[in-house]
Each structure stands twice: as structure tokens, then as C-alpha cells.
């Protein structure tokens, strides 16, 4: 023992002094929870080329770092590349290439052949030598689709010099005046009375600096942003209006706005430093408003709005790369301001030199890490009210790119997808936005416009069936108007298959008809590996339902402000969820990606889908065990399973969250949620003796004074280490016959049975473990899904159709 502690020591020591060891240690370290791991990983399969080569920072060493892609293990034959965009070296050499980087991520701008390769990041240490990070290895399929990062030393002579540069052309000015009047007539005239209400508006006066601290500080933040967001946007509602109108007024009325908001220090209390709400909106409004009124201002305004713009965008960038964005990209506000900053270049291309670096770094950045919050499957981990108005910001930097450069950013795998995260998990006529700040709310416009504009840019008909049942039409902004298509059809996702899996974000949906809104029965279950990062939730498996056009099962809780009281102490909690508590209301890990979950397992079929979620270590040493099984049997029937373990003897907190009281029957261990004509029947089937609780009280209530919601919570009477809850949630139209529900115990097994349609089904679970029943002894007509216990390990087991059983 004590010459392991001396060989430990020893060799604690050598590292300290050997750069080399040091910075391999570095280059190698575990990735911190804000931190992107290497990435390709290694072994990795790539069906796109190039990948974007992504590894962990090295504070401690100015750079550049030394990246070598090889098709041959020992790294022989490579070509050294002059510029880390790639470009001034040629084409990339078959067997490979050096380059040095000086951020911890680069992207080629040429595809990578298919088959495998070896890559590796180093350092050059100050006795000559180089620190290596170890060998890593991935494929590019065969038919992977090309999509390098475009060179911006090429864009120069793409960019044009004139204006407008931002998503408009000069040329398309006259076909737009002469042809929206009549074809989009509705949007034209309200865009001209929005421009004609705001001419000779008071504007505010800059901010005072924010004194205040804690959720004082953030009221005050709140306050100061719904006070300037609107007459910035109107800034931008102007210019439009002159775009296409052609009419002066509104031209000088932007002009007005400009000189206005672009005076306001950019040092001083509006710094992105200090208060990054109106330095962003101020730009992302402004930089758009002033390019399509650029001739009417004079030299000397043009430069007094161009100093200011340069230091603000100049502001974006130091913050992204202070961070650094490239491996610590998990920074709700830094990701808006790649799309302000893109836009600002593309702006000031030709008029400031360091416009093409600063873009450089923007595409790196859209080509690599470009959402944390999502992976390729298009989920988002900040709810669909984020995801509207995120998609808000990327949208019109990846139109303006793509008319500007040629560049098309939405092919990127998490584009072409995200369409149907919205879809599915915030269907159009959806009543509330689980799960995420602002959940309360149901999609709004807004959003269908964001809909409208996916659905022109990738041709993507069930998209635009979202914009029509929303009613939003194309929109009255920049996108709309130039994304009008009314030639594309809509088509109802009633093709698509009725339940889907997101596994970047942890996020299930079952519906029974996504198509219909006035029948379609669905659940969202989340699971999320993201935790309750920035505007997520401590709301690790939990679920929301929805029937017939109304909300049975709620994301409870509003979001006054953000860390308003609150939303700090309910909202962001896991006892505003439908999830599990421990006793007193002890949940997740709040606002930390420690409080993770994940789903296990996810399958689909035409009888059932199915989820296992494990949110056991979100609560910290608190909770063992947490398996949430949720089985959906068509139609419209939830079977919940819960397996609970905790160190010491405790209650566990089933709860459940609606919009109206619930109706309790506990002789009968029974639960009824009402909200018009729909209705939910919820039975408690595990023996465990159980109390209902159920409340209309929020601690605290919040800031806005909005409406009361309803919160049930049932315990297990005695304090136990393990618990298992067994429930049968049943939505119903009022009115509707249920099915006769038939318990089914038998020892410690528990399931339950009903007859639907002429089929009748049983779901089982057993803690001790179920064996499987004869086939042979199965009647035809019988569906049995039983959640089988191995071990620690629980699965779904259903046998073969009656056809194929022995």
C-alpha cells in the first residue's frame, strides 16, 4: 500500500514537470458538463463528410493546436494545409492533411472521401516536442452526403457590394412592390398599418445601469426588455414597410429608430456585458432595419451607425469566444448571438476586415456544435416555446446566407428534422408546451409561421399543414414575404407513423391520430440527457397528456420572468411536474445537467408503444432506482409503471397536475380529470396502501397573477426503500362508456384487464419477476404485454401474434 502511494506520487510529480505529459493529460481530460467530448468519437459512422472535428480546450497553452486527419494509422503522407479554414492549400490530399487551428474546432472545406480514417489533436510543448492526443478513428459511408463548410475566402466576390445584402436583392425589390399588394394582400396592409402606427412614436430613453441583485435584478432585466423589444421591433417593421412599399415615411421613421437606439453606449448600461436584452434585440433588428434603408442616411450617419454596430457586433464575438462557444456551447443567449453576428457580417462584409474572420468563426461554429440543445434527430431540450423563437433567430441568418453566399446551412441533418419535433410534441392545436419556460402557453402564431417558412425552405408538405390548421399564414415579417408559396400542398401527417422518439432531447410522443385535433389522444414522456440545463426543468420522466382538444395532464406552473420566485421555486421544480417526489416535495436536481435522465428503451407498433425512462440519479443520493415504463395501448389507454428504490425508508410522491379540480374516490383508489368535454380516468392498481392529497395552491404563486391549477399528490401511507406504483390513465370523451377495468393480482404480481373493440388486453408487472405464460394456453383474442424483471433490469415482453405461437 504504501509503495502505491509512493508510485502514485511519483508519478503525480513527473507530470508536473514534464509539459509533455501535462498536456496530454489536458488534451485528454474528462469533458466538464458545459464541455463537447471529442467528436468524431471514436468508432463513429458518418453518413455526412466532413465531419466537423471538435476537442477539448487547453487553457494553459496559446495555441495553435496541431490537427492531423490521416487515412493511415502512423499518420505518413500528409499535406500540410496554409489556412485553418482549409483554403490557400489546395484540395485535401488522399492520404491526408496537417493544419494548424487556433480554436479547439475545425471544419474542412472539401468532403472527405468514404471509408476510414484516423485523426488527432496535439500541442507543440516548448522543448520542440509535440503532446498528441491518442489516435481516434471513424468512417464515412458510402453514401454519405457531402456538406463542407463553405470558404469564405471565396465569398468575397459572391457578397455582393451593393444594397440591400440581407435577404433581399436590389433586383428583387420591383418584382416584390409590384406583385405582394396583390398576392399577399392580408399581410401587405397589416404591415402597412403596423409601420403607419409606429411613425412619430415616443421612444425610450437608454436604460439606467441595473442595481438591483438576485430575482430583484431579474425583474428588472424583464422590466427594461418588454420596454424596448416592441419599438425595436417596429425599427424593423418600418424598414420593411419601405422595402416594400417604397414609401419615405417609413423609411425615415426606421431611420429614426436607428439613430435613436444606435446612439445608446455601447460601454455603457445597455453593454452585452451588462444587459445582453436590448444589445441583442438592438441588433438583431437593427442591422437588418439599416441595410434596407441604407440610402437614407448621410456619410457622417452612416458612420456614427456603423461605429456603434461594429463594436456591438465586436461584443458578439468576444463573448463567443471568451466561452469558448466551439466546446462550451450550452449558453441560451451566446447562441442567439451567432445568428446577430452572422448577419452583421454578411452586412459589413466589403466595410469591416474583420467581418470574414468573424464569419469564418460563425460557419465553424453552425458546421460543429451548433445546437447543444439538439442533436440530429431535431428535438430541443428548451421546450417548443424556445424552439419557435430560437428557430426565429437561426432562420433568417440561414435564408440570408444561403441568398447572400450561395451557402445552405439547412441541410444540416438537425433542420431537415426539427420540423418534427414541433409537430409531434406541440402539435398546432395543442393547449399547453411541455416541457420547458413557457410551457403554459399554446403554440402561437408565431409558430406557424415558423412552419410556414420550414415548410417552403425544405418542401416539406406536412409542415405547412401545421401553418394552415394554425391559421398563421406565411406572416407579415421578412420571411414571410419572401417565403410565400402558396403552390406547395399541405399534407396531414396522417401517413406518418403516430408516436415518435427524440433521443438527442429524451422526448417521447404517442398519439392516437395526429391529423385529427378534435380525436387525437397523446402523451409526451421526457427524459431528457441535457438535465435541466438553462430554460429546462427539473422534470425528468414525466408526462403530459392531452385528449380532444384539452389539456388532461399539465406542466404545471408559469414563468413570470425568468428565476422570478415563482418560477425559481415551482416551475423549474420536480414537484411541478408530473413526475415523482420524495416526501415534503424533495425532487431532481434543479437547473444542472446532474439532474439527467435518459430513455432506455423506445418501441412502436400498430397495437402499442412503449418507453422506459431512468431518472435515477437526477435526485442526487436521494433516490437508487426511478423506472418509468409507460405503455400505450391502442387506443388511447396509458398503462404507467413506476419502480422506486431509495437508501432509507421514505414516501414517494406520485404526482399530477390539471387545469380544474379532480374528483378523488380513495375507497376506490380511483381519479377523475375533467376539462370540457374530455375526461381522464386514472386507477391506482398496486397493493401499496396509498393518501391523496390534492391542492390549488402554489408556493409561490405567481408573479402575474395567473390563474389557479390543480396538483394531486398520492403517497405511499408507510415509509418503505421500495415502492411500486401501478396506474391505468384512460381518457374519455363526457358521456362515454369505459370498459369494465379488471384489477389482476395474484401474489405480488399486478396488472389489470379490459376488453376493447372485441380484443381483450392485460398488461402485467411483478417486482419479483413474471414467468412467462404458456403461449400455447393464450387465447387468440388476447393481447398480453407483460414488464418482465430480470435483476435490476426490467424489459417489455409481448408475445407473437396468435399466428406464429407454437
Not at 520542440?128 to 457531402?146: L, V
Not at 409507460?630 to 413506476?642: K, T
Not at 414517494?652 to 376539462?675: A, D, G, Y
Amino acid at each position: 500500500m504504501v509503495l502505491g502511494l509512493v508510485w502514485v506520487g511519483w508519478w503525480k510529480c513527473r507530470q508536473q514537470a514534464d509539459p509533455l505529459a501535462r498536456l496530454q493529460q489536458s488534451l485528454e481530460r474528462a469533458p466538464a458538463w458545459n464541455e463537447k467530448p471529442f467528436a468524431p468519437a471514436d468508432g463513429a459512422q458518418l453518413t455526412l463528410t466532413p465531419p466537423a472535428f471538435v476537442w477539448l480546450p487547453v487553457s494553459e497553452h496559446p495555441g495553435p493546436y496541431l490537427l492531423e486527419v490521416s487515412r493511415n494509422e502512423d499518420f505518413s503522407g500528409l499535406n500540410q494545409l496554409s489556412a485553418p479554414d482549409g483554403s490557400g492549400g489546395g484540395s485535401t490530399s488522399e492520404a491526408g492533411w496537417r493544419v494548424d487551428v487556433p480554436i479547439s474546432a475545425w471544419v474542412p472545406t472539401h468532403p472527405l472521401a468514404e471509408g476510414r480514417w484516423f485523426w488527432r489533436v496535439g500541442l507543440n510543448c516548448p522543448d520542440g516536442r509535440i503532446a498528441w492526443s491518442r489516435t481516434r478513428q471513424f468512417t464515412i459511408a458510402p453514401n454519405a452526403k457531402a456538406w463542407p463548410l463553405p470558404d469564405v475566402s471565396l465569398l468575397r466576390d459572391r457578397i455582393r457590394p451593393d444594397r440591400p445584402r440581407l435577404l433581399f436583392s436590389p433586383e428583387a425589390i420591383p418584382k416584390l412592390r409590384a406583385s405582394v399588394p396583390y398576392t399577399m394582400e392580408d399581410q401587405y396592409e397589416r404591415l402597412w398599418m403596423d409601420a403607419q402606427r409606429a411613425v412619430g412614436e415616443p421612444l425610450p430613453e437608454e436604460p439606467p445601469p441595473v442595481q438591483a441583485e438576485g430575482p430583484a435584478r431579474d425583474a428588472e432585466f424583464a422590466k427594461i426588455f418588454r420596454a424596448t423589444r416592441p419599438p425595436m421591433d417596429a425599427m424593423e417593421t418600418c424598414a420593411l414597410a419601405y422595402l416594400l412599399t417604397g414609401q419615405k415615411p417609413f423609411g425615415l421613421e426606421a431611420k429614426r429608430r436607428i439613430l435613436h437606439f444606435f446612439r445608446w453606449d455601447p460601454e455603457g448600461s445597455t453593454a452585452l456585458t451588462h444587459n445582453p436584452e436590448p444589445a441583442m434585440w438592438m441588433m438583431q433588428r437593427g442591422v437588418r432595419a439599416y441595410d434596407w434603408t441604407w440610402d437614407l442616411f448621410s456619410p457622417e450617419e452612416r458612420r456614427q451607425v456603423e461605429q456603434v454596430m461594429k463594436r456591438r457586433a465586436e461584443q458578439f464575438f468576444h463573448r463567443l469566444r471568451s466561452l469558448p462557444f466551439e466546446s462550451r456551447p450550452f449558453h441560451s443567449h451566446a447562441a442567439r448571438d451567432l445568428a446577430f453576428l452572422g448577419e452583421a457580417c454578411l452586412a459589413f462584409f466589403h466595410e469591416w476586415p474583420e467581418a470574414p474572420d468573424w464569419l469564418h468563426y460563425v460557419l465553424t461554429l453552425f458546421w460543429s456544435v451548433y445546437p447543444a440543445w439538439a442533436a440530429e434527430d431535431g428535438g430541443w431540450n428548451e421546450g417548443p416555446t424556445y424552439w419557435t423563437a430560437y428557430m426565429g433567430f437561426a432562420l433568417p441568418f440561414a435564408l440570408a446566407l444561403r441568398n447572400a453566399a450561395g451557402a445552405n446551412l439547412l441541410e444540416k441533418p438537425f433542420f431537415q428534422n426539427t420540423v418534427y419535433y414541433k409537430l409531434y410534441a406541440n402539435p398546432p392545436y395543442a393547449r399547453h408546451s411541455p416541457f420547458g419556460d413557457a410551457q403554459e402557453y399554446p403554440p402561437d402564431p408565431d409558430s406557424g409561421e415558423i412552419m410556414y417558412a420550414f415548410s417552403t425552405l425544405l418542401r416539406n408538405p406536412y409542415a405547412r399543414w401545421y401553418a394552415e390548421v394554425i391559421r398563421s399564414g406565411p406572416g407579415r415579417g421578412p420571411l414571410g414575404f419572401l417565403l410565400y408559396d402558396p403552390e406547395l400542398p399541405a399534407k396531414p401527417p396522417s401517413d406518418l407513423p403516430q408516436a415518435r422518439y427524440f433521443p438527442g432531447v429524451g422526448l417521447v410522443a404517442m398519439h392516437t391520430d395526429l391529423a385529427n385535433p378534435k380525436e387525437n389522444i397523446y402523451l409526451l414522456f421526457r427524459s431528457s440527457p441535457l438535465g435541466a440545463i438553462s430554460h429546462a426543468h427539473a422534470d425528468q420522466n414525466a408526462f403530459a397528456i392531452e385528449a380532444f382538444g384539452q389539456a388532461l395532464a399539465i406542466a404545471s406552473g408559469y414563468y413570470p420572468y425568468f428565476n422570478s420566485p415563482h418560477h425559481h421555486q415551482w416551475t423549474r421544480q420536480t414537484r411541478a411536474a408530473n413526475s415523482i417526489t420524495l416526501e415534503g416535495g424533495q425532487g431532481q436536481t434543479v437547473h444542472s445537467i446532474a439532474g439527467a435522465g435518459r430513455i432506455r428503451t423506445f418501441a412502436g407498433t400498430p397495437q402499442y408503444d412503449y418507453a422506459l425512462g431512468d431518472a435515477s440519479t437526477a435526485y442526487g443520493k436521494q433516490v437508487r432506482r426511478f423506472y418509468r415504463h409507460v405503455l400505450h395501448v391502442r387506443p388511447g389507454v396509458f398503462v404507467i409503471v413506476d419502480e422506486l428504490a431509495a437508501p432509507k425508508p421514505t414516501r414517494f410522491e406520485w404526482r399530477l397536475h390539471t387545469l380544474e379540480k379532480m374528483q378523488i374516490s380513495p375507497e376506490k383508489r380511483q381519479v377523475l380529470v375533467r376539462r370540457g368535454q374530455a375526461q381522464m380516468e386514472i386507477a391506482f392498481l398496486s397493493p401499496t396502501p396509498l393518501e391523496f392529497r390534492q391542492t390549488d395552491r402554489f408556493t409561490p404563486p405567481p408573479e402575474n397573477a395567473a390563474p389557479n391549477q390543480w396538483h394531486l399528490t398520492v403517497a405511499n401511507v408507510n415509509k418503505e426503500k421500495e415502492v411500486f406504483f401501478f396506474t391505468v390513465l384512460r381518457p374519455f370523451r363526457r358521456g362515454q362508456t369505459l370498459p369494465a377495468l379488471e384489477p389482476l393480482w395474484e401474489g405480488s404480481l399486478v396488472g389489470a384487464a379490459w376488453t376493447q373493440d372485441g380484443i381483450r388486453h392485460e398488461v402485467l408487472f411483478d417486482p419479483r419477476g413474471i414467468r412467462r405464460p404458456d403461449l400455447a394456453g393464450l387465447p387468440s383474442g388476447c393481447r398480453l404485454l407483460a414488464l418482465q424483471r430480470k435483476g435490476d433490469q426490467t424489459t417489455l415482453w409481448m408475445p407473437p401474434p396468435s399466428s406464429e405461437r407454437p
